[in-house]
């Protein structure tokens, strides 16, 4: 099996910053697209930022320029920079990746969630 723990959440004012991180780890042969996720109370669950293997990375238009994601491939473990934090990026954050995983000698990709961490920003 694969988990995914986040970590790095918490409580900070507005303006502020915080990194996330997300640590893959179980049976995992490679890992392909990762990415962050939000949910606000009562919002649907959004893409925030993707990552590929290769490092290209994508944004929704309302971090651009604030958050940074990244990823360390060798440690199967990706980040996000949130910097001048504001009120409406309150939300349980989770990260998501695709693993491929080597089932009876056959590549075999799932995605795989974690259980989220809280960001609480305060104005």
């Known amino acids: 099996q694969v988990q995914l723990v986040e970590s790095g959440g918490g409580l900070v004012q507005a303006g502020g910053s915080l990194r996330l991180s997300c640590t893959a780890s179980g049976s995992i042969f490679s890992i392909d697209d990762m990415g962050w996720y939000r949910q606000a109370p009562g919002k649907q669950r959004e893409l925030v930022a993707s990552i590929t293997s290769g490092g290209s990375t994508k944004y929704a238009d309302s971090v651009k320029g604030r958050f940074t994601i990244s990823r360390d491939n060798a440690k199967n473990t990706m980040y996000l920079q949130m910097n001048s934090l504001k009120s409406e990026d309150t939300a349980v954050y989770y990260c998501?990746?695709?693993?491929?995983?080597?089932?009876?000698?056959?590549?075999?990709?799932?995605?795989?969630w974690g259980q989220g961490t809280q960001v609480t920003v305060s104005s």
């Open positions: 998501n990746a695709l693993v491929e995983r080597m089932v009876w000698g056959v590549p075999q990709r799932y995605a795989y």
